[in-house]
């Protein structure tokens, strides 16, 4: 399962996507989250735990509950504003 990450969560991690070890399948985006949290490096386990970091699954934005499959493409930003 890869990860993307986004703006200053790719800053946290030093490049922009993880791969999960094998063994490692989380069955929804929050456990995914939780993962993150205890394992990732301290800097981006910090940053992924904040309430208004985003979730996309296939580019679709999903809430904590949402089920992941092996081939999906999950990324984590933060908001984004424009003008």
Request: hydrophobic share 45%; aromatic share 6%.
């Amino acid at each position: 399962m890869k990860v993307l990450f986004f703006a200053r969560l790719r800053e946290a991690l030093g490049e922009g996507s993880l791969t999960l070890p094998a063994g490692v399948e989380p069955e929804t985006v929050g456990q995914l989250r939780d993962w993150l949290r205890n394992e990732a490096p301290p800097d981006l386990a910090a940053a992924i735990g904040e309430a208004n970091v985003v979730c996309a699954v296939n580019q679709r934005i999903v809430d904590a509950n949402h089920r992941l499959e092996a081939d999906d493409e999950i990324a984590f930003f933060p908001p984004v504003t424009g003008g």
